[in-house]
């Protein structure tokens, strides 16, 4: 499963570093991405990152405050965390954020397309709140 945890409320301007707590073998390769969804509106791509190579993207709104990073657990493929680590936030980040994961397939998508799009990806996790005011 993908598990979010790092969420709250923060004033604009400050910093949060969201985590998602990987297990399972079908997660060691592949896509792993963040993904965001504000109310009313659809679920959003927000950043990308290529297992394999370690080849990232980022949408345009959040390219240079946002930072995708992946850590592996020692010795065990199964175990990892996907972090986001998230500055100068805006009132416009406030959504729920979701940490998913995408098949090898999903990368060289999103780089053709420029986009992220959810239906490319596989699994999720139950998302966690981000508040920015």
């Known amino acids: 499963p993908l598990v979010e945890s790092g969420g709250g409320s923060v004033q604009a301007g400050g910093s949060m570093r969201l985590s998602c707590t990987i297990h399972g073998y079908t997660y060691s390769a592949g896509c792993m991405g963040w993904f965001r969804q504000a109310p009313g509106k659809e679920r959003a791509g927000v950043a990308a990152?290529?297992?394999?190579?370690?080849?990232?993207?980022?949408?345009?709104?959040v390219k240079g405050r946002f930072t995708i990073s992946k850590v592996n657990a020692v010795n065990d493929n199964s175990k990892g965390t996907l972090y986001l680590r998230m500055n100068i936030l805006k009132a416009d980040d406030t959504a729920l954020y979701f940490c998913a994961w995408g098949p090898t397939s999903a990368m060289p998508a999103i780089q053709a397309r420029g986009i992220m799009s959810p239906l490319w990806f596989a699994a999720w996790g139950q998302g966690t709140q981000v508040t920015v005011s």
């Open positions: 990152l290529y297992t394999s190579n370690s080849k990232t993207y980022y949408a345009d709104s």
